[in-house]
């Protein structure tokens, strides 16, 4: 005769309800806490806003034949954005590295230095990347000018 096996799987099945229950009760005893959302980032200009100013396009067009080697359009349109007043003295220092680096390629070591002395004049925040100092180039000079004190 078979006997039902309802008797073996009854400590099992008592086990699993016991651990639910506690997992259950572990649950209430927990405060709920919500961390809230970080606030959102400052608001900027549109690009499309930027664009329609002539000193930005002119920087943005500048960075943009920089990035495609076209150096001697690239300073043209970097000196054009200084002439026509960019807004923001970021990225006027931002035009003036830019200047710095193409004028240390070309070994015009002197303009290099004094783009340099611009670009802090503007911001006295102003700071290359790690890379960027380190580049063999224009890094000695930058860090010269960087060491220098400021008027």
């Not at 099992?12 to 259950?24: E, F, I, V």
């Not at 961390?35 to 920087?59: I, N, Y």
């Not at 004094?114 to 802090?120: D, G, I, S, V, Y």
Request: overall charge positive.
């Amino acid at each position: 005769m078979n006997t039902p096996r309802t008797t073996s799987t009854r400590p099992h099945a008592l086990l699993s309800a016991a651990l639910a229950a506690s997992l259950l009760t572990g649950c209430e005893s927990l405060p709920l806490q919500l961390t809230p959302a970080p606030p959102p980032p400052p608001a900027t200009d549109s690009v499309v806003l930027l664009l329609q100013l002539p000193a930005e396009r002119a920087l943005i067009g500048g960075l943009r034949l920089y990035d495609e080697g076209a150096f001697d359009r690239a300073e043209q349109a970097l000196r054009t954005a200084l002439l026509q007043g960019l807004r923001d003295r970021r990225d006027t220092a931002v035009a003036h590295k830019y200047l710095a680096f193409i004028a240390c390629a070309f070994n015009r070591l002197p303009e290099c230095e004094r783009q340099f002395r611009n670009a802090f004049a503007v911001d006295p925040g102003f700071v290359l990347t790690d890379a960027e100092i380190g580049h063999p180039i224009w890094g000695p000079v930058y860090r010269r000018v960087a060491g220098q004190p400021r008027r």
